[in-house]
Structures are given as structure tokens and as C-alpha cells.
């Protein structure tokens, strides 16, 4: 299998990747390419042209300065995975993004792609709704910052307009007594999430819980956030029996069932795997 | 509308024009008649398509050639230097195969897995090579023949 025939662009700085992403608005932006190439081959996707970014050093780089981690879009999953500045600031991402797909697909995949695909099945954006993620978009009349909760639409939709690319995930980097965890139930033969969790707890001085957030991948048609759950664990002592109970009340809207699993299975996952999360967090606190 | 590409394939300069959508795989095979590379599932999953991209294994089938502009590769063909890499020897000694058709993609993923990890555990193998598919489920021997190349590689 191949694509249909398209332009190639391989611009050298993102003022002049947007430039030709305005010029052309049937375009797409090419990363890792291990999410558009797939659907090229099949030809669910016919764009008119690529705009590989794939060598714009600016977005290669995972910073951390002033308590804010900063990971420019085409740093790969490998990379997140095994960087120590993210597992130290922000180690959520990290062991998500070491659970996306297979040795190969992680040192191709970025954390840019990823996100702006939208996948709802995939790793990172439960994480990066958890993190509370700021997302660093460029487009013609320049920048502009959106939040991760404001980012996932819908269904492989985001907020990002035609002629705007991510550049950048900013990240507060994590703070004394936060632990955090990201547990997925995959499907077994295509390692995709049919329900991921990614959980944030901090615990204050006496132990007790300060605060908390539960994401989850895989259960509706975005990443969702099941904060409302998390919120009610504050002042808890963070005991198994508190996280039981909190869990108990979980109901995501809009869960989806699908040929794997169905939208009741899925809700039933969410409280187990949501449960697991943030037991494991809890204790990496 | 052509894009000229100049890469090192196995160690030796190749420059070709090449169509964008072109995938590296093809280029490979079709182009440069390396046919150690195959071409199993098409859609990212088999691993059959592993080679070396600057040193790390991808699938060659999800890549386009006009990607890997400037880069190393190195296939099968590539590993033996007058003599079998030790992988290869081990896959030989310890029968690490049955049908054939994954063994190139395994030994490239195998070798790229000891270069992150020279002594893996069994589960790390195992889980190491979750991107390579054996239809055949000739997997324990895969596994035996990548500790043996540990051995040899770390003796």
C-alpha cells in the first residue's frame, strides 16, 4: 500500500512551516508520521501536501526552567520516556509515553502528533488533561496558549485551526508529595487503551489529601477528565476504602462502546483501572 | 514531481530521486534490491519492515524515503562485517525461527533492543520485541537466541 500523490515540504522554522500551511489549506502536518502515514496507506487521508516538520530544531527540545516544563512537539514518545527531566518533573507523561505501542512506533511518535491527532484510545492526552497541560500553538497571526481541557473536541477533533501547529507542551513541574500513576487496560493485540487512567495526587503535611485529578483515555470519544471523583478524595486520608468510595460515584458521560468492549464494560474499567491509578499514586506520593 | 534524497544504506552513498510518497520500505527493496527487508502486515504492526534509522529500529513501511534523507540505514544485509553478527549467529545456533519471513525485522529489533539494554531479563526481551510478530509463535527460541547474543556480546 502507498498514499495518493502529494506536495512535499520540509520547511526549516515553524513561521515558515504555518506560511505554508496558510498557502495551502489542504494540507497536512507531518511529525512522526505514525498516525497520518497509516491512514495515507489506506487512504482515509488524501492531503494535497506535507509540511515535515520533523527538522525544526525548535521543536526538538524538553526544557525545564522556573518550575515549568516545556517539551516541544516533536520530541519523541523514546525520548519523553527516558528523559530524566520528565520523569523527575513531570513522571506521569514518561510512563505514558513508554506505554505507547512498541520500541519502533516510540522512537518515531511525538508527543505533538499525538496530541493534535486526538486519538481517543491513545496515551498522552489523559496525561496531559491530568497535568493540567498548557499547549503552545503558532499559527499566522502569531501565538497562543490553550489549555489541555480546552484542546479535545471531539472524536480525533481538536481546538487547533486549520492553519495553526502545536509547538510546544508546557507542564508545572510536579511538587513535593504529588504522585502520580497512568495504568491502561489494552486491548492485546493492538496495545491501544480500551480504557486508560491517568491519576495526580499530592498529600499534605499530616498525609491527608490535598489534591487530585482522574483522566481517562479510551472510554469516549476524548480524553476525559473524572475530576469531580478525584476532588472528593481531598482532606481523605487516601486508604483504599476512600479511593473505593470516591471511584464508586464515577459515571463518565458519553462512554462508547464499540466491537472490543461496551460502553458498560468501559465504565466498569474506568472504576477499576481509575481505582488502581490512584492507589499506585497515592503511594508514589 | 521528483525530490533528490542522498542517504548511507548498509555504508555505501546512495543518491536517488524519489517520488514523496515513496516509503522507505519500497525504496529498499524495490529501488536498491534489498529484499532482506519485508514487507508483512503494511500497517505498522508486524515489524517485519524493521531496519536501522540513524541506529534505532523503525518500521520501514511507515516511514517515507524523503524522512530519511541523510540518514544511516542499516538492514539485514548490513549487519555481517565478513562474519555473522552475533545475533545472527545466535538466531542460527539456537534455531530462532521456523517460517523465516519476521526473522530480519527480529534481528534488527534484537539488535537495537542490546544497544539500549545489553542484559535484558526474559521479560524484557519479550517485552522488547512486542513490535515484531512471529506467526509462526516461534518466540522461545527468538528469546533464547537474543540471550545467547547477549553473552557472546557482553563476553
Known sequence: M??????????????????ILSDNPDAKVLAGGHSLIPVMKLRLATPSALIDIGRIDALKGISRANGSLRIGACVTYNEIANSGVVQDAAPLLAEAAGQIGDRQVRYRGTIGGNLSHADPASDLPAAALALGATLHVSGPNGSRSVSASEFFVDLMMTSLQADEILTEVEISAASAGTGSAYVKFEHPASGYALCGAAAVV???????????????????????SANGVAASLVGSDLSDGAVESAVSNLSIPDAAGDMFASAGYRQELAKAIGAQALRTARDRA | MGISIELEVNGASVSEEVEPRLLLAHLLREELGLTGTKIGCDTSQCGSCTILLDGQAVKSCTVLAVQADGSEITTIEGLANGEYHPMQQA?????????????????????????????????????????????????????????TAAETMNG
Open chain 1, 2 to 19: 502507498f498514499p495518493s500523490k502529494f506536495d512535499y515540504h520540509r520547511p526549516s522554522s515553524v513561521q515558515e512551516a504555518v506560511q
Open chain 1, 202 to 224: 499530592t498529600r499534605g503535611a499530616g498525609g491527608s489529601c490535598t489534591g487530585a485529578s482522574l483522566c481517562f483515555n479510551g472510554v469516549s470519544a476524548t480524553a476525559v
Open chain 2, 91 to 147: 538466531f542460527w545456533d539456537n534455531h530462532g525461527l521456523q517460517c523465516g519471513f519476521c526473522t530480519p525485522g527480529m534481528i534488527i529489533s534484537c539488535v537495537d533492543l542490546l544497544s539500549t539494554n545489553p542484559q535484558p531479563s526474559e521479560d524484557e526481551i519479550r517485552h522488547g520485541l512486542e513490535g515484531n510478530l512471529c506467526r509462526c509463535t516461534g518466540y522461545h527460541n527468538i528469546v533464547r537466541a537474543v540471550q
